[in-house]
Every structure is written in C-alpha cells, then in structure tokens.
C-alpha cells in the first residue's frame, strides 16, 4: 500500500470521527459542556475529567466534543454561503459572457486581493460578531474565489462539443446551465468546496480566538484556545487538545481535497476562452462585383427548382484573420455535398456558419444564405425566432461524438431531450405537428430512432451512458439525435475521422442510406476524398478560405481543373499503379 493512500484512508477516518462526534455529540458529552465547577478549575487529566478542565472549571473532552459540532456547522455554512454565491456568480457570467462578465470579474479579483480572515473582520465589523455573522463574512470572502473557478470551469464547459449539441436543438442559457453545465461542474466544485471547508474551520478557530466568533460560554475549539491561553503558564496542557483537533482536522480536509483534485487532474479546469452566444449571420457590408452572388440575392429563386441550402459570398473572420472569404456553396434536395480540403483551409468555419454555431471571436457575413423545403428561411441579418426555426431544420454530427455526448447522461435521456425540444418547437410554430412521429410516445421514438441506426436492442441501448458504449455506437446515436429533428440538411462535420476504419465505412453506409430514405440533404466536411468518393454527388474542394473548385465528384476526381485539386487526387492512396482507388457513388471506379 502506498504512503499516500494511507495517509488518506487516516484522513477519512479522522473526518469521520469529527463528522459522527458533531452528530451525536450532544447525547455522549459526560457534563455540560458550557457549566463549569470552579470547585474543580485547571485539574489535569484523570478518572474524573480524561482531559482536564478549564479556568472555570468546564469538562474539557466534553468542549472537544462539543466544538466539534461548531466547528462543523461553521464550516458548513461558509462554504455553503461561498459555493451558493460564488458557483452563482461565476456561473452566471462564465454564461453571459461579454461587458457583464469584465466588469464582475474586474469586481471579484479585486475583492479576491484582500485575505480571507482580513475581510471576514471588516465584514464582521459592519455585520457583528457571532458564529452566523462570522461565517457569512467567511463565505463570502470565499465566494470570490469559487467564482473565478466556477467562471473558468463554466467557460470550459461550454465549449465542449456536447453544449453546442444542446443549443442546436434549442436549449436556452437557463437549461444549458442546469442540465449540462452544473452537472459537469459539480465534481472540481465539490473538491475545491472540501478545502474552502479546511480554511473556514481554520478562520472561525482565528475569530473565535480573537473573540468575534463564536460567543462563550458556547464551546468551539478556537474559544477552547482562547480559554486555555489565560492559563498557559498553570495548564500548558489545555492547549493540546483543542489544537490537536483543529490541526489534525484541517489537515484531514487537506489531503482529502489534495487527493480529489489528483483524482480530477486530466479534466478540462482551464480553458479560459471567451465564449458568447452565437453570432448569427450579418448581410455583406460592400458586394464585390460578383454578379452571380448580387444577382442570386436579390432574385426570388422558384421554390421547386431552387437548390435546398443556397448559400452566396459566405465569408468568416476570427477577429482580423478572414477564415473564409466569399465561399458559394448549395446543396440540393436529396444530395450529398461534401466539403473537401487540407486543415486550416476553412470547412469547419463554413459548416458552422450554416449550423449558426460560429461564436466570437468569429463573425460571418454573406450575401445570401438561404434554406430550402418549406417555407424558405433566410439566415442572413435573422432575428431569433428564424434562427431558431432554422436551427430546427439543421442536424448536426460532429467529428468526436463520445465528446457531442452529455457524458453523465443516458443515451436515452439526451435523446429524449433533442424529441421534446422538437415537438415543443413544432407547437409553439403551430406547425405540421400531427405526424404518425409526432404522436408515438417518446420511448417508442427513442427506439425507432436507435434502431434507424442500426442499433440493435435500442432500449438497453439508451439506458447506457457515452462511456459505456464505442466510438461507432456514440457516432450512430449523434445521427439519431440529429434525426430525432426530422432534419432537412445535415451536416456532418468529419464524421468518420474519428473511427477505425470498419467503423468509418459502416457510419459512410448509414449516411448514405439515411440520405436515400429520408430525402435530406448532407453537408459533409471532411478531407478525405476517399470518404467524399464514396458519399457525395458533388464535391467543393476549399483552399485557405476560398472555393477553388466545385462539382460531381466523378467530374472534379477525374478531370481536376486545380492544380490543388490534382493534387489532393493523388494524394489518395492506390491500390493498384495506375489506377485509383476513388469510386464515384454510382459505384464506377475512377482512374485518376
Ligand atoms: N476559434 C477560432 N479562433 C481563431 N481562429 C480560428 C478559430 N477557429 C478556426 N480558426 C482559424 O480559421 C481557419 C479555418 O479553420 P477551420 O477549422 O474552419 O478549417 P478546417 O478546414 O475545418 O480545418 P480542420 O479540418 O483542421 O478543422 C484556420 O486558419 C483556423 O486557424
């Protein structure tokens, strides 16, 4: 056994002996714990008293044992004022975000520059002293710094691909906090909450002390050292008791904390980046004089004949560096699009744009960015209600789905959310909700849904979480969530990249046969030709930030009329000289 896990194991027990005694203590204190006998003051220790007595002649192990409940309420309460107040704040503007969340924290690190204890005296100094009063000077001092690590862990969380999942069908900040982010959170709380524990016993021992804590007669161990220093030079001994608890208790709390944030380490604790609600799309500010896109915009395309995603001038920015410059791209009904090009060359960013995930520091303009089937939607310069009606027709899969996925809930529960969120969209639009889907139970759905996948025994399956099933089964049920909205585009950001390669083809084949049945277009970014090959009708080849070439992707593999294009071509691996391994989706093998 090693040192340390010992020394853990003894630092459980201690915290169990603290946390029993302050239960039961009341019922097995051998005297009052606050009535002395003056008759009896400072003896030492013996039959009589085990520990001895104070100056006026108090029980001192039935004040240990009473302090222990002080001391343990003491420490409840600030760290329960410290996690409620800071783990608010910083929830709170990890979420907001922008002017709100400079300003607080500007607020909370200049509180967070004054010591716990030197606040906690002024606060006392305005509020009074008492146990209550002191704790909530204590906890609020320790508010600020549970904020600043709610505020990171909330910025970190939200950037998780599974967030981003949950506001594509809708989750407001309000539901993405309590059903996603807080769960999450809850575990590095809980540890960091274990040492706000350790300082708060510590500080009320400090006040106590000094006199503005706990009130005598009313026994806590820092009160038990303030008693025993009257009579240091009579009863050094008095000393020992209350400080070995207190030093033995705090650190217990120490290296059980220590222990839990080891067993944390690994987990995403700082990622501090800037996060705001998504950015939407703005109308380009000047037309270069593109007469296809200027003419596309300002026309009324046919319904019947107009291309399901027409999407014109598309350009994305990361503050100044421009991702992708004026990209056209437009899926048709019922066809497969795939988004071709080496890393860095801006699919991603397109994607996005089209899902209206991109979030600062990106922003996006375009001419036109129009979706098909149905009443036509437009995305640029969109007030929420269409953002939303149009999110409601995009399905998303991204390229890590164990990451897409809520890892602490059931497959089932975050199907049955994407299911809920959708009918209620569908009511509040009072659109077409009576369909033979819309009626079946939500069970029944899920399981239609998994086994549309080929999942088998779809309802084991959704009561499992994304840790116990496979890449390929979490990749399957991301393509059930994204069904679960009875999509018009999909888009599907890699995703196979992920996968071995038997899994890549089994998800290729679902994909195809998804887009066969259901009649949705697909949007499918990836660099790999050979999976576009096998996928597509049409291929947009990107080169850092611009389309340089688009087309079937039988035409583009066999006659590239890029020179970046010949060269992703041959960049496919052959398995024979001379001959291509690309098949174009009809099947024909393609000599490049
Ligand atoms: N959040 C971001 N902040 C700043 N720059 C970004 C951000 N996301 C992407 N970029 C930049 O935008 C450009 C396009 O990135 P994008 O992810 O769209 O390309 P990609 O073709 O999808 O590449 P990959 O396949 O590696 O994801 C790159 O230069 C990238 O560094």
Known sequence: MRGGSVLVKMSWVILFVVATLAVIGPWIVPYDPTVGDLGAALTGPGRAHWLGTDYLGRDTLSRLIDGARVSTIAGLQATAIAVVLGGGIGMAIGLLGGWVDRIVMRIVEGISAIPAIVLAIALIAALGSGLSRSMLAVGIAFAMGIARLARGLTLAERERLYVDGARVIGAGRFRLLRRHISPNIAAPMGVEATLVFAHAVTIEAALSFLGLGTQPPAASWGVMLSSAQRAIREAPFQAIPPGLALVLTVLALNIVGDALVRRRRGTALDNPTGYLEPVGMQAAPSHHADTDSVAAAGSEPDPASAPLLDARGVTVRYGDTVAVDRADVTVGHGEVVALVGESGSGKTSVAMAFADLLTPPASANADQVRLGGGEPLELVGADRKTRAAWRSRVGVVFQEPSAALNPLQTVGRQLRDVIVAQRRLA????????????????????????????????????????????????????????????????????????????????????????????????????????????????????????????????????HPSHAYTTALVSAVPRNEPGRAILESPQGQEVVA
């Open 427 to 558: 009511t509040s639009r009072d659109t077409e909700s009576d369909t033979p889907s819309a009626r079946r139970p939500v069970t029944e759905e899920i399981s239609s849904l998994l086994t549309s996948v080929g999942l088998r025994r779809p309802d084991e399956v959704a009561r499992l979480r994304p840790g116990q099933i496979s890449g390929g089964m979490a990749q399957r049920v991301m393509i059930a969530m994204a069904l679960a909205k009875s999509p018009i585009l999909l888009i599907a950001d890699e995703p196979t990249t992920a996968l071995d390669v038997t899994v890549q083809s089994e998800i290729i084949k679902l994909l195809r046969r998804l887009c066969h049945e259901r009649e949705f277009g697909v949007l499918l970014v990836t660099h790999d030709l050979g999976v576009a090959s096998e996928l597509a009708d049409r291929v947009v080849v990107m080169l850092r930030g611009n389309v340089v070439e688009s087309g079937p992707i039988g035409t583009v593999i066999a």
